[in-house]
């Protein structure tokens, strides 16, 4: 991919990009909507990356390329404000450039950039992550900053939540700041500790994007953070304010009727999902590879049950693939209120299996899940 982007490169600005970076997807293998909680969660880095391309200008100006369309999109190094919808490609890098530049980093001119990404986009693999971490990476190359892996992945996430304007957590970046081939990436949010370990042989992950975006994701996904915040200041009352990371299922059960119903069940989700990482943990290392599949299962099942953000095609591709032979488990991953289901799998389950699953589910909605078999891959890097 290197050399193909380096021709693009020249082809687009006339000379040779000096800096390239790489950075995975991901897919999330358990912990949903824990991460903002302070809570437990567990990723996979894939092996579809974005890979971007940087050179000096010799001015203050930052130019953002768009390798589909040969757009361009010129921006003032001191006027780095969002931009707006038609542009928005283009905050994910510019977000990121902003907080390196306010985390003490300095920059004495501006930069041409081009991406190029083997990430499907919309498919629930995190492709903004990707490009976060992959921009960073990139930058700290081009520049010499002295930054390191954590601090390139925070950047990614507040780039995310206060440039873009989406309140996730940490996952995504972490996943594809920390991944590494055959592990998986285990993140104590709260501590913002990232491990890997090894992830059983011969596994693999399948993912069977339902095509269905629900019109109000963004606003749904702010309104369950929202919610999981409101459970946590009951939950603190009396105290100073705390995540609900650190309360039990009887601290939640002694606040009950201080909380609606639909509150009190977004908690019970994440105090629950929180025990099922680690569970999931453990049973990975003792080798029980169908009891983590009925955690993914059961993790499912909440999402739907108690922090609704199932829907009916998420609940049918789950219950489809998870009677397929060489399914260990599925679940819904990623955000939710549509997007995609990751099916973990043994290294039998195969493209035939996948079409099988396909087709049943185009008969009952009349439209076709998009398929990707993904292997897990290495985390972010200069090339
Ligand atoms: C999205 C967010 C993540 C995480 C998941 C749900 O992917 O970007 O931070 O909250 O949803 O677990």
Known sequence: ??????????????????????????????????????????????????????????????????????????????????????????????????YLLEAGMTADCGFDMLDMSSVPPGAGLSSSAAIELSSGYAMASLYGFDIDR??????????????????????????????????????????EDFSNFPLPHKCRFWLFNSTKKHALVDGLY?????????????????????????????????????????????????IEENARVLKAKELLERGDIA????????????????FENSCEELDYLVDTVSGVEGVYGARLTGGGFGGAVMAFTDDTFSQTQANEVAQIYEKKFGKKPMIFACASGDGAKTV
């Open 1 to 98: 991919m290197k050399s193909t982007l380096a021709s693009y490169f020249e082809k687009t600005y006339g000379r040779p990009a000096e800096a390239f970076a790489q950075a995975p997807g991901r897919i999330e293998f358990i912990g949903n909507h824990t991460d903002y909680n302070g809570g437990l969660t567990m990723g996979v880095a894939i092996d579809k990356i974005v890979m971007a391309a940087l050179a000096r200008r010799d001015d203050k100006k930052l130019c953002f390329a768009s390798i589909k369309t040969g757009e361009k999109v010129l921006v003032d190094m001191d006027d780095l404000q969002k931009r707006d919808r038609e542009h928005n490609w283009v905050n994910y890098p510019l977000g990121v450039f902003k």
């Open 150 to 191: 954590k601090s390139l992945v925070r950047i990614g996430r507040q780039s995310e939540n206060l440039f873009v304007g989406m309140p996730c957590g940490i996952l995504d970046q972490g996943v594809s700041g920390y991944g590494k081939a055959d592990s998986l990436v285990y993140i104590d949010c709260l501590t």
């Open 222 to 270: 702010a309104e369950r953070h929202a919610e999981c915040m409101e459970a946590a200041r009951v939950l603190s009352e009396g105290g100073k304010m705390r995540l609900l990371r650190h309360f039990t299922m009887s601290d939640l059960d002694a606040a009950k009727e201080k909380l609606s119903q639909k509150v009190y069940n977004r908690a019970r989700h994440v």
């Open 291 to 306: 009891g983590v599949g009925r955690l993914l299962n059961a993790s499912h099942e909440s999402s739907k049950t108690l």
